[in-house]
Structures are given as C-alpha cells and as structure tokens.
C-alpha cells in the first residue's frame, strides 16, 4: 500500500469513527423538550433527521481537519508539499453528492414535513389570540367568552385548535414550546394556525406551557408569556364556564394599560413598574436625560 | 499615472499643521446641522406648522450636516473646490496627521477603516459582556429590560456594520490593490469619502442614546420602529449613512478589480481574496439600495405623515420585512465572503501546496453570490405559516449548501497532504473552517420550515448567526489581520500573544455559542432580558464563557500596539506567499510597486516547477 493510499484509508476510517460517535449520541440524547402537539411531532423528527444527515457531513471536514493537524504538521516548512491543484474526480464528486444532499434535505424532512403538518383537521375549537403590549388577550367565539389579559390559558387536551392570531399594535410571535410550532401576531392581518393537543401540561411544572412572545415587541418582550394548562375536556369547560371576565394574579394586572402610547415615557414607567417587576428603579427614566450610564444603573438596582 | 490628486506638485497642501480638519470637519457639521436645523424650523412656520418638531429638525440638520463634514473635513480643497473651477489643493501631511483627514491613498484609507472598526467591534464587545451579565442569572441583574433592549439593540447594528465593513474596507482598501498591481483604487476620490462616512455613523449611533436609545435589535422592524423614540430615527439615518458608504465604497471596488489589474493578470490568475472581495462589491453595489428604501419609508411615516407600515392606514408591515431582508440576507455574504476569500488565501502558503480547486471556489463564491438575491423570505417563515412561498425559499436556501460546500472543498483538499505550518494567521485560517462548519450546518435546520418553526426567534438563531458572522467573518478578520499586519506596518505580530489571544478566543468562543444551540432547542426565545428559571445554569455557563471570550481582545490589543511600535521587523514576505503583495517593501511605497508588475503565473504555484507569479521591473533595483 502506497503511503497516500495509508493516509486516506486512514482518513476514512476517521470518518467512520467520527460518525459513529455523533450518531450514537444523536440517537441517545434526547435534546427535545416535552411535546404536546401532533403537528409538533413532523418538528421533532425534522430536527432528529437533520442531526443525522448533519453528523456524516460534519465529520468528513472534522476528519480532514484532525488528521491533517496530526500527520502534517510542521514547525518550520522546509518544503513544499505536492503541487496538487485540483482531482476531478474527487471534486466532481463532492459537488454531485452535496446536490444530493441539498435535493434530499429539501424533499424530506422539509416538503413531507410541510406538506404532513398542513394537513386538515377538523376544527373542535376555534381561539382567537391578540398579541397587546405585552400581553395576550384571549377569545373564544364559540363560547361568547372573552377575556382581557388572562392569568392562564387552559386547553382542552385531544381536541383540534385552530388559533386566529392577530395583533393590536406591534407584531408579536404566537410559540408554546411544547406546541412547538410558531405564528407571527401581525397587526391588520389574521394568521391561523391549527393544532392538536396530545398531551397534558401544566406551566407550573414545565415551562414548555407557556404562551411566549417571540418576536421582540419592546421594553415587556421577555415577560408577555401566558402560562398554559393543557386539561381534560371536563376542567377545561369548567374553567371556560367560571372565568368569563378578566383574571388577574400576581402583578400581571395589564388591563388599565392597554392603551399605552409609547411615545410616552410616563407610560412606560407605569407599564414596567407594575408589570415587569424586574425591579423597582425607574429605569426608563434614564432614557430620557442623559445616556448609557449602564454602570451607574446597576449600582441602583 | 496620476498619484492620488490632480493637483501640482508644488500646490499648497492642507493638514499638515495645527489640528486636524477632522476637528474642522466636526466643527463645520456643527454649523452645517444649525443651518438645516433653523432651515426647517423656518419653513415649518411659514406653512403654518409648529416651529420646534424634534424629527423633522434632525433630519434636515443631519443631511446639511453631513455635507458640511465632508467639505470641513478636507474634500473642500481636495474636491469641492475643482468644481467651480479653481484648483485643488493636495492633502499629503505625514506621521500621524496623516489618518485624520481625506486622505486619498488606499493604504491610509485600508488602516483608518482597520482601527476604526477594531475600536467599534470593542465597543460592541463591550455592550455583549453588559448583556451576558444581565443574562447571568432570571429576574434583575444589572439593568432592567429597557436597558437591556436599548444596549441588545445597539450591540447589534454595531456589530452588523462591523462586519459588514471590516474585512472588505481594511484589507479589501489596503491588499486587493496591491495584489492586482494596481498602485491605488480607481477612484481615490470617493474611496476617502467612503470612509468618512463612518464617523457620522458612530456620531449618531451613539447620539441616539441621548435621546432614549431605541429598541428593536439592528432591524427596525416596524410598527415597532414607529411608534418608538426617536432614537430610532438616529438607527435609520445611521444605517442609511453606511449604506451610502457601502454603495460608494463597492462602486470603487468593482471599477478597480475589473479594470485595474497588472498585465498579464487574467482571470484565471486572479487571486482569490480578490475574488471574494469583487463578488463582495457587486452584492454591496446590488442590495444595499434595498435597506435605504426599508428605512427611508419608516423615516417618512414618522416624520412626514408616511403610511406605508402603518394597518390602520392600510400599510403593510410586513412589506417593511421583505425589502429589508432583500438587503439583509445578501448582507451576511457580505460580511462571510471576504473572509471565507481570506481564509482560503492564507491557506497555500501555510500548507505549502496550491489552492485546491481554485475554479470550483471561485465558482463556490459566485454561486453564493447569485443565490443570495433569493433567499431572503427564510427570515420570514412564520410570517404566514401556510404560505406556499415557504416552499420556494426553503428550496433556495438549502441550495446555497451546494456553493458553500464547494468553499470547504478547497479548504479540505488544500490541507490534504500539505505542511501544516501553525503560525497565527494559520490557526485562525482553521478556526473559520471549524467555525463556519457549525454555522452552515446548524443553518440548514433553520431553512428547513417544519424546524424553524420551533426554532426561529430562539437562540438558536443566535447561535447560528454567531457561528457564521463572529465564527467566519471575525475569525477571517483577526487571520486577516495577523496575516497582512506585517505588510502594512512592517512588523511582524508577537507570535506567543497571538496564540494566546487565539486560544482564549477560540475556546471562549465555542465555549459561548455552543451551549445557545440547547438554549434555543428548549425553549429560549432570543432578545430577552429574562428567562425561565429552569434555563439559568446553562445561562450562567454561556455568560462566564462569554467574560471569557471578551478577555482574548485584551490580548490583541496589547499586541497590536506592542508589535506596531517594537515588533520584529516583517522584511517583504514573511510568509513566503506568492502573490503581489508581497513582492513590494512592507510598507509599500506611495505608488506601491518600486517598478511595473507583471503577473506571468500562478498565484499559488507552490511545490511545482512554475514559474512564480509575478515580477517587478524597471525599479531602483527591483524586488524578489
């Protein structure tokens, strides 16, 4: 055996290594949250299947890059290495396998994931969500219930939802966590998105059951999440019939300033104080006058 | 040909004593900002409207402004006054004096542009070490979330336009001439104007926290952005500002590269920094219109009335997002392709063999290039999750693997059975392979709409653009850098502080941005000032790594400064490269080659029998 043919043997075998190692960890791990959705399901085996279409890809480079560290490494060149410009072959060959690659992630997980996420289902209940900064309002046509700025949002598990999002300012960003999919709150335009409850849930133990903003919608952004409970169909209609008005709990309370003109600094300082609790400090207030003083803003709080 | 002016050799030059005009120039824009300011507050009363409207002031003020700075700042004399027909006047001082003025030559601009940026990228450094102390632990840390959104959103579009600029204005102004055999820019005039744009840009970035910040990261999405402080208004004008830059700066660089190269310097022998640094401009020169158009529409429906974003209206806000991604995405070439063009620059003579498959990366940097224009809805997936349209970008999208994997072929083939030589430039040469790995693969779950809809907006994203534009563009900055410092001082940088800076930043690095790939997965949504508690240690992990991380800069600081004033002298080509560069003094001369380069070869003909890539004659003496 020639020495070049030792040396890519030798890479291939890394390789292989390489691979086994990464896709045994990817099939061991499980990096997921909890999922409580159907159509969450096509998003996890998307990510799963990426992982390990990712792992052989990542391992040829890491493969190269390690072997050729630990076989060709000089600490002063007193030679040139061989005037190897191009291999046909080789080259031709990577190009051909990463279309593939390219072709293969394209049709599947993505168009049969797409393609099996938007498959109709038929509607048990309809949820009317409008994103306020920050906080969610919740409807529910069917049931002629509405409520402003709920302390919780309780669904009822195997059933199908269709969400009609909407916003009333800014846009905001529809995700549960472990409802997996996500759906912009654009104001003027109303988006819908269909999904069925698998699982129960409870934000009280895992934060996965949480409405959350996700699309950076100002000063509130990081707290305007909803905690979730996913019930039996008995308790959700028992919740549904005894909370008709708006809730309130723990300095949540948002309903007086719905109105907010964010122009205003005052405002703002109401809106934080009472909703964010992230601190006492007035720390809008410092927007105003003079700058970034970050240091002497942390010396308050 | 002509030097850097058309004026006569013995026509009075300017800057030579007393302060510098850029203090002139700062003066003037003072003046220029009172005059547009009254200006308008004159004409708003003579129509009937209240005189003192802070918006329509600023943006008035501003444009008059800008053009006071330039003229204040020497293109007066050196410009302005050749339009009326008087003569022009040289700016051409020495030592120092010569960085802080319009100075005409490539390689003064390329070293303005270089520690200008390096002093924005720690500045922003600065502001994400604030934001991962916030992060540190849930609740209150050091800031509130006001705080938090305004330093997010300001560490943002700082770093956006480091990156955007740093690689293509330091080493694309100082190197690309000289590695075509050019002795300057075509056009040195608007060269010089394409870096003083910048410092208005830093004026109003950090003006705009004067009048409350603002606080929609480096987008603007709308109808955030317009309902917003008017610092938002300084974020619009000063990315307008660099996108002005960005479209003179790439106009210059298209016009030289296609028209300026040496005899014999074909295509084929176009080295491939070069290349990336073309492709770079004609992206600039495309898209970044589209930006000023997203902007200046906020700007009108703030301050003149406009409605194009507003619902209640009947505006769209989700129009705002397409023109800017149209921009923006071509926009992370721009910041990835100079360096992936120097990553693989620097790797033949570090492994002393060819580029391997100079065509297929040539063709890999092209291909991306052209994709580029059409993959900006990926951004916008959840907008209408059952849109068809997601289908057609997905499958845009995931086909730019295929030129960007042709980018790692080259790397990959050119290491195969090479001489690894692990000097500075080389070890950051191979951070930005391993680096920019992890950032294309991870990107392929994010075009990947069934993954994406968990995963846009969450740290994920984060991590991923991390890996691709501080992964790829800083680490292709600092190879850069190390690389080409010794040509532009004359000195080479201290080779055990430069590995040292490389392993803290490189471990810091991955140490940081790893861990946001299961911050992400678990339900981390991206720009908050707060998270669920179950995520806090993970949090606190990333912000000491991140502490971590920042320590490395100090490194290069002290380096850069000790090595510029002390360090070993370079001699012309230290790296026994091939190309033009180095086969002239470092530093060059004012006309950059002491003879007539001609290239007669291969640009990384190493370990053959070719002939070398170029010569210089006809000067006192010739070079190597």
Redesign the interface.
């Known amino acids: 055996m020639t020495t070049e043919r030792k040396d890519l043997v030798s890479v291939g075998v890394l390789w292989a290594v390489l691979t086994a190692l990464g896709e045994w960890a990817v099939l061991t791990t499980n990096l997921a949250p909890t999922l409580a959705s159907k159509q969450g399901e096509e998003t996890d085996k998307a990510i799963e299947l990426l992982f390990i279409y990712s792992v052989p890809v990542m391992a040829v480079v890491l493969a190269v890059l390690i072997y050729t560290l630990v076989r060709w490494r000089v600490s002063e060149p007193s030679e040139d290495g061989p005037p190897i410009a191009d291999h046909r072959g080789f080259s031709r060959a990577w190009f051909w396998i990463s279309v593939a690659l390219a072709t293969l992630v394209f049709l599947h997980p993505g168009l049969t994931g797409i393609f099996a996420m938007a498959q109709e289902e038929e509607i048990d209940l309809i949820v009317e969500l409008d994103g306020v900064q920050w906080h969610w309002d919740v409807a529910f046509p069917e049931q002629g219930v509405t409520m402003e700025n709920p302390a919780e949002l309780v669904l009822p598990v195997g059933t199908t939802i269709r969400f009609d999002i909407t916003s009333s300012d800014v846009i905001h960003a529809f995700w549960v966590p472990a409802f997996r999919l996500k759906q912009d709150a654009i104001p003027g335009q109303m988006n819908s998105l269909t999904i069925t409850l698998l699982e129960n849930g409870d934000f009280a133990d895992d934060d996965g059951f949480r409405l959350q903003c996700a699309e950076l919608c100002g000063t509130g952004h990081a707290r305007m999440f909803l905690p979730v409970r996913v019930v039996e169909q008995d308790e959700f209609d028992d919740w549904l019939a005894n909370a008709g008005g708006p809730a309130s709990m723990d300095g949540m309370d948002m309903t007086e300033s719905t109105e907010i003109d964010m122009t205003e600094d005052e405002d703002m300082d109401m809106t934080e104080d009472t909703q964010m609790d992230m601190g006492e400090d007035g720390d809008m207030d410092m927007t105003e006058d003079t700058q970034m003083d970050m240091t002497e803003d942390s010396d308050e709080g | 040909m002509a030097t850097t002016t058309d004026a006569p050799d013995d026509a009075p030059a300017i800057g030579s004593r007393g302060l510098p005009l850029a203090f002139r120039g700062a003066l003037w824009a003072g003046i220029g900002f009172l005059a547009g300011a009254l200006l308008t507050m004159a004409i708003r009363s003579l129509i009937g409207l209240s005189a003192m409207s802070l918006e329509p002031v600023v943006v008035v003020g501003y444009v008059f402004s800008l053009l006071a700075w330039f003229l204040g700042v020497g293109a007066w004399e050196t410009w302005g006054k050749g339009w009326l027909g008087r003569p022009t006047v040289a700016y051409s001082p020495s030592g120092w004096r010569r960085y802080f003025g319009f100075n005409m030559d490539h390689k003064v601009i390329g070293i303005q542009y270089a520690v200008f940026f390096i002093l924005l990228f720690l500045i922003a450094g600065l502001m994400a070490m604030?934001m991962r102390a916030e992060l540190i632990e849930t609740?209150?840390t050091?800031?509130?979330?006001?705080?938090?959104?305004?330093?997010m959103s300001?560490h943002g579009i700082i770093m956006v336009l480091v990156a955007v600029t740093a690689v293509s204005g330091a080493f694309g102004n100082y190197i690309m001439p000289l590695q075509i055999g050019a002795k300057d820019m075509a056009f040195p005039r608007l060269n010089a104007l394409s870096f003083w744009f910048w410092p208005p840009v830093a004026a109003l970035l950090?003006g705009s926290?004067?009048v409350?910040?603002w606080?929609?990261?480096w987008?603007g999405?709308?109808?955030?952005a317009e309902?917003?402080?008017p610092g938002q208004l300084f974020y619009a004008l000063a990315f307008i500002t660099a996108g002005l830059s960005s479209i003179v700066a790439a106009v210059n660089f298209v016009t030289t590269a296609v028209k300026m190269r040496a005899p014999g310097l074909t295509w084929n022998r176009l080295p491939i920094f070069t290349w990336s640094i073309l492709f770079t401009a004609i992206l600039s020169l495309i898209f970044t219109q589209a930006i000023a158009v997203a902007l200046s529409m906020t700007i009108f429906d703030r301050v003149a009335g406009g409605a194009f974003f507003d619902?209640?209206l009947g505006?769209?806000?989700?129009l705002y997002q397409h023109i800017f991604w149209f921009y923006s995405h071509p926009a992370v070439y721009v910041m990835v392709l100079p360096s992936l063009g120097a990553m693989l620059e620097i790797l033949p003579p570090f492994?002393?063999?060819?580029?391997?498959?100079?065509?297929?990366a040539v063709g890999g940097i092209i291909g991306i290039s052209v994709l580029s224009a059409v993959v900006w809805a990926h951004h916008m997936y959840?907008?209408?999750?059952?849109s068809v349209s997601?289908?057609g970008f997905?499958?845009t999208t995931?086909?730019i693997?295929?030129p960007t994997?042709?980018i790692?072929?080259a790397?990959?083939?050119t290491?195969?059975?090479?001489?690894?030589?692990?000097k500075t430039p080389m070890l950051f040469a191979?951070a930005v392979?391993?680096n920019f790995?992890?950032g294309g693969?991870t990107g392929?779950?994010l075009?990947?709409?069934?993954?994406d809809?968990?995963?846009?907006?969450?740290f994920w994203v984060v991590a991923h653009f991390h890996y691709t534009i501080v992964g790829a563009g800083i680490f292709g900055l600092f190879a850069s850098i190390y690389y080409w410092f010794p040509k532009m001082t004359g000195r080479l940088l201290n080779e055990r502080l430069g590995k040292i800076h490389f392993w803290i930043m490189f471990l810091g690095f991955n140490l940081t941005f790893l861990p946001m790939f299961?911050l992400g997965?678990?339900?981390m949504?991206?720009?908050?000032?707060?998270?669920?508690?179950?995520l806090e240690s993970v949090n606190r992990f990333v912000s000491l790594a991140g502490f971590f991380l920042g320590i490395s800069f100090i490194f290069f600081v002290w380096n850069a400064i000790v090595s510029w004033r002390n360090g070993e002298p370079a001699g012309d080509n230290p790296w026994?490269a091939r190309t033009l560069e180095w086969m002239t003094t470092s530093p060059p001369p004012e006309l950059n080659f002491d003879g007539e380069p001609e290239v007669i070869g291969?640009p990384?003909?190493?370990?053959?029998e070719?002939p070398a890539h170029a010569t210089v004659t006809g000067g006192n003496g010739g070079t190597a």
Do not use: C, H
């Open positions: 604030f609740g209150r050091i800031f509130g979330p006001a705080s938090y959104n305004r330093v300001l950090i926290q004067f409350g910040g606080d929609t990261g987008t999405y709308v109808p955030l309902v917003n402080r619902p209640v505006g769209i806000p989700v492994t002393r063999k060819p580029l391997f498959g100079y065509k297929w959840t907008v209408n999750a059952d997601n289908i997905m499958f995931e086909a693997s295929v994997g042709l790692f072929l790397a990959v083939g290491l195969w059975r090479g001489r690894l030589w692990l191979l392979i391993f790995l992890i693969v392929v779950f075009s990947d709409v069934p993954a809809v968990q995963l846009q907006d969450t299961w997965l678990n339900g949504n991206r720009r908050v000032a707060d998270y669920q508690p179950n026994g291969d990384y003909g190493f370990g053959s070719q």
